[in-house]
């Protein structure tokens, strides 16, 4: 996916959230279900503290020690307030191609922060619209197919690598119903995705796909699994991310 599409995708979040934060019927308190033990406020909080580090990481090009937000709510929503304009104007200036710290595969260039951060938003935007009692809006098929591959291309081997989660078993087909994108995982290396026969095949929407693989929707509930649904369970109860 280009780079302008994941930016305007990044404003359009950022700037939703920014926009429940600033309204009369902000409600801080409210639980965010999709983020067992946090109030909107600890999501607010959090937002600010990622898009802090990645300013920092752009501005040196190296890793930089990520900040913990306030624990006082009202000054961690302040902060992710103030800190918008700074941020926004911080991804809008990115050159792709410039090398710079990231924690996805070589060659490292800062535009692999561009489709992290369009996609941290769009996740935590959907966890917003969850705790409000509202079904996620605005994510094209071809983003939510995006999404699907950086869960199983780069965050599922990283997890691995890390020691963080163990392989999914058996060889897993994940399906795009509306783009028809595949991906399969499991049975073999995860640096090398789709080189065994699958024993399963999960296919979903996108958007489906993509909350699902994160865990902000039931892919068992809204999936068409076909073939072995044990080793689909399995693969869908391992830590594919963070």
């Known amino acids: 996916m280009d780079d302008n599409t994941l930016l305007t995708q990044l404003q359009t979040d950022v700037l939703a ?3 429940y934060a ?26 600010w503290s990622i898009e802090s580090w990645v300013r920092q990481i752009l501005r040196t090009r190296e890793l930089a020690e990520e900040p913990q937000p306030q624990d006082e709510p009202t000054q961690a929503v302040a902060d992710f307030l103030d800190g918008i304009p700074d941020y926004l104007t911080a991804m809008r200036a990115v050159n792709a191609d410039e090398p710079c710290w990231g924690f996805g595969p070589k060659p490292r260039l800062a535009g692999f922060w561009i489709r992290r951060q369009a996609h941290e938003h769009a996740v935590h935007h959907a966890d917003l619209q969850h705790a409000l009692g509202a079904d996620p809006v605005g994510l094209t098929p071809d983003f939510c197919a995006d999404g699907v591959d950086e869960v199983l291309a780069m965050f599922y081997p990283r997890q691995v690598r890390f020691g963080r989660t163990e392989p999914v078993a058996a060889p897993i087909l994940f399906r795009t119903a509306d783009t028809e994108h595949a991906w399969t995982v ?17 296919t979903a929407s996108a958007e489906d796909l993509y909350l699902g693989l994160w865990k902000r929707r039931d892919l068992l509930e809204t999936a068409k699994v076909e073939g072995d649904t044990a080793a689909v369970q399995q693969a869908l109860n391992v830590a594919l991310t963070p």
């Open 17 to 19: 959230i920014q926009s």
């Open 22 to 47: 600033l309204g009369e019927d902000a409600d801080l308190a409210r639980a965010v279900p999709t983020c067992p033990g946090w109030t909107v406020a600890d999501l607010l909080g959090h937002l």
């Open 186 to 202: 499991g049975g073999t290396e995860p640096s090398e995705p789709g080189q065994a026969e699958p024993v399963a095949t999960v």
